[in-house]
């Protein structure tokens, strides 16, 4: 079994291998049972332990991630684990593969395949909310996938943003920190939102027609990235139906009656296949929310895997 380290991950997978190998898992069968999400009592601050299997014909696969709070001020990071990747047929182990790097690729790669169905062709100005460890991963992928002629970055503390913007554009990307998070939010025509946030950031009121919103973050139903307006002007889609019952954003508006469930238009399984229509009209406001899904944790798997073998993807 080969052990796949976070600079494995980094050699092997490419923005536009990433979102390859989701599209194609999108339209295949695969079995995704429900996660397991388990409390560890920490002085420190109670941990996380998140189980999440899949598997298709060929492969199977088991993410074991944690997230300790308390690890920042052990000089560690906040997540640990690994996805086993093993042979369906006969359980072989084939790889470990480092959980946080694969996670943090196939997020951005998944929120990249929906905005080929979601945004407008013509966008060029994207708006990051957030420059944590997603951030770079999430605009890399937007940018690899159209010419972005500009990359505002806002974050809650300036200093990060001035950081990451600083940092790709010595990659040659356009990037610049921007303070001004509203202004920056009407001359979008992509937001990407990769935050902790419990309060929305986003308002509906500042978007102009034709934005996509992209929305990460929020995974509990104390969260939220965007207020009810911005996903009442919209066209909502998911990456899974867990979207619809997890997480901050969809979930909670579903919740409160603020969203009904029926004007959801569909889920990335449905844009990939075919089966659900993308956006229809330039003007069109649309949104993805993502919780995350295994079937990524195994098509990103299975990419780096083939890749340390010398397999053709
Ligand atoms: N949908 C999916 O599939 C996945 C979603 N996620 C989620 O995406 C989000 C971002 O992940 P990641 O980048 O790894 O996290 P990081 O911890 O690296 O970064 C967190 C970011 O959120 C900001 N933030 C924290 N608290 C607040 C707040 N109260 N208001 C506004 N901004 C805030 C931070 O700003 P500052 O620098 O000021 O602290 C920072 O920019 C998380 O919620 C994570 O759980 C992660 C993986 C998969």
């Known amino acids: 079994m080969k052990v796949l380290s976070a600079a494995e991950v980094d050699a092997a997978l490419t923005p536009a291998r990433m979102v390859a190998a989701l599209a194609a898992a999108f339209r295949v069968e695969t079995t995704t049972p ?6 560890l009592p920490d002085p420190a601050g ?9 598997w298709d014909a060929e492969h ?16 560690l990071a906040t997540f640990q684990g690994g ?10 182990p084939l790889a470990l593969v480092d959980a946080p ?22 966008t060029s100005r994207l708006l990051m909310v957030g420059a944590g460890a997603l951030a770079p991963f999430m605009i890399r992928a937007h940018a690899a996938e ?43 025509d992509l937001i990407c939102c990769a935050t902790l946030s419990e309060v929305p950031l986003v308002r509906g009121a500042w978007l102009a027609p034709g934005t996509h919103l992209d929305l990460v ?7 939220r990235e965007a207020d009810d307006a911005a996903l009442q002007r919209a066209s909502v889609y998911v990456d899974t139906p867990d979207a619809l019952a997890k997480g901050g954003d969809v979930a909670v508006a579903v919740a409160s009656g603020a969203l009904a469930a029926e004007a959801v238009r569909g889920d990335l399984a449905g844009l990939c296949r075919g089966t659900v229509a ?10 993805f929310k993502s919780v995350g899904a295994a079937l990524e944790d195994l098509a990103a798997a299975v990419a780096v895997w083939r890749h340390a073998e010398g397999r053709a993807a």
């Open 34 to 39: 429900p996660r397991h999400l388990h409390t």
């Open 46 to 54: 109670d941990a996380t332990l998140l189980l999440m299997p899949a």
């Open 83 to 92: 996805v086993l990747l093993s042979e369906r047929a006969t359980g072989l």
């Open 101 to 122: 790097r694969l996670t943090l690729w196939r997020t951005a790669g998944a929120s990249a395949l929906a905005a080929r169905y979601l945004a407008r062709p013509d």
């Open 217 to 223: 973050g929020a995974f509990t139903p104390q969260m």
């Open 60 to 75: 199977l696969v088991v993410k074991v991630l944690t997230l300790h709070p308390g690890n920042a001020a052990r000089g």
């Open 278 to 287: 993308g956006r229809s009209r330039p003007e069109e406001i649309t949104v």
């Open 146 to 188: 159209r010419p972005l002629r500009e990359i505002a970055i806002w974050n809650r503390r300036p200093d990060p943003a001035r950081a990451l913007a600083a940092s790709l554009a010595a990659e040659g990307l356009p990037a610049r920190a921007v303070e001004n998070l509203e202004a920056a939010a009407r001359a979008a």
